[in-house]
């Protein structure tokens, strides 16, 4: 049911993302997403805008929940250090961080983080299979296993677009996690820098550094889920 009394503005620079609704309520900018776009009494555009492609669940799934758990960071449901979870694999730089992330744990003592989903570096002996570790039309289910995890990597897959960031930041704060993220710094501009670690993929070694403080100092980590 769609019960929502206001209006939705939906954003997004990825066509093919949304499943078009005639819902008086929705108004849809962005790029036609499949061929009934011209059927519906939405509008296009084209700007550069700040865009959470994985928003789209919002009004197809449960959008409360999903606003509840952006508003205010959730209670974790376990403890364990970071969880993985990407399923496109020909993304180096994303593979490249976790390579690292392994790397720092094995240097610390810190217990390596699982890859859930099909990419796990080089590092097979990590893979954990859940089917619930999944994005897009699951995305409270994929929120759910974040959830176990005390940080969790977020990093986008396309480089040199200074204003999509998507789902994949998105799921990581609504879990109550931590994300360590690496996409365009316009991020900034919407989300506190100090409730996140922002992983800049040409200087990655103060995030890691941080990393390993905040999974060192318990104060230092509560702080940042304040």
């Known amino acids: 049911s769609f019960d929502f009394k206001g209006t939705i503005i939906f954003f997004a620079s990825e066509g093919g993302q949304l499943l078009v609704t005639n819902n008086p309520s929705v108004i849809y900018v962005g790029p036609s997403p499949n061929k009934n776009y011209e059927k519906t009494n939405n509008v296009k555009i084209k700007a ?11 009004i197809r799934g449960d959008w409360k929940e999903q606003i509840k758990r952006l508003q205010t960071r959730q209670p974790l449901s376990g403890n364990r250090f970071l969880a993985y979870i990407y399923g496109n694999c020909r993304r180096k730089e994303r593979e490249d961080i976790y390579n690292s992330i ?8 810190l217990p390596l983080p699982p890859a859930y989903a ?3 570096g080089n590092h097979p002996e990590t893979y ?17 296993v974040m959830s176990k995890h005390k940080f969790v990597l977020a990093v986008e897959g ?33 989300f506190r820098p100090e409730s996140f670690i922002y992983l800049d993929i ?4 103060q995030a890691l550094d941080t990393l390993i ?13 304040a």
């Open 128 to 144: 954990v299979s859940d089917p619930d570790a999944v994005g897009y039309t699951t995305e409270l289910r994929t929120q759910a």
């Open 48 to 58: 550069k805008i700040t865009s959470f492609h994985g928003a789209w669940n919002l």
């Open 118 to 120: 099909k990419c796990h």
């Open 213 to 225: 403080h905040l999974a060192t100092d318990v104060n230092a980590y509560n702080a940042m889920r």
């Open 202 to 205: 040409k200087k990655p070694q």
């Open 102 to 109: 392994i790397d720092l744990c094995q240097k610390n003592n």
């Open 158 to 190: 396309k480089r040199g677009v200074d204003f999509l960031h998507s789902e994949k930041l998105i799921n990581a704060f609504a879990s109550g996690s931590i994300p360590i993220y690496s996409g365009p710094k316009t991020v900034f501009k919407i």
